[in-house]
């Protein structure tokens, strides 16, 4: 599957389920981790749990292998590592607080 199908998959999931402000950064050639970053915004920590259950449902159920899902649900802040694809779900305060989206650079966001 490309990385757009992926990245395409992840975003729906995300919107579908409630997720505000879901941001996509193309990082390829910034980065050796990964090609994108998704940041989505959850209103609680267990709206993010909810998010990434679903996310992590859907990605399997496209036969996708997922290396991990790492954060504990009240940190506010939970990434599922699909390889090329990163996924971050994150309570607005942990948001602002650490800014990917500035870290990055306003040049690596793509147009859904």
């Known amino acids: 599957m490309s990385n ?67 954060g504990k649900i009240e940190s506010g802040w939970i990434l599922v590592d699909c390889g090329e694809v990163v996924v971050n779900i994150m309570k607005n305060e942990i948001r602002e607080f650490y800014d990917l989206e500035g870290l990055w650079g306003e040049n690596t966001l793509i147009d859904s």
């Open 4 to 70: 757009k199908a992926l990245n395409d998959i992840c975003t729906e999931t995300l919107s579908d389920n409630k997720a505000e402000n879901v941001l996509s950064l193309d990082i390829k050639g910034i980065s050796s981790f990964a090609d994108n970053i998704i940041i989505a915004t959850a209103n609680s920590n267990r709206h993010a749990k909810s998010l990434s259950e679903k996310l992590v449902e859907e990605i399997k159920a496209n036969k996708i292998s997922i290396l991990g899902v790492e």
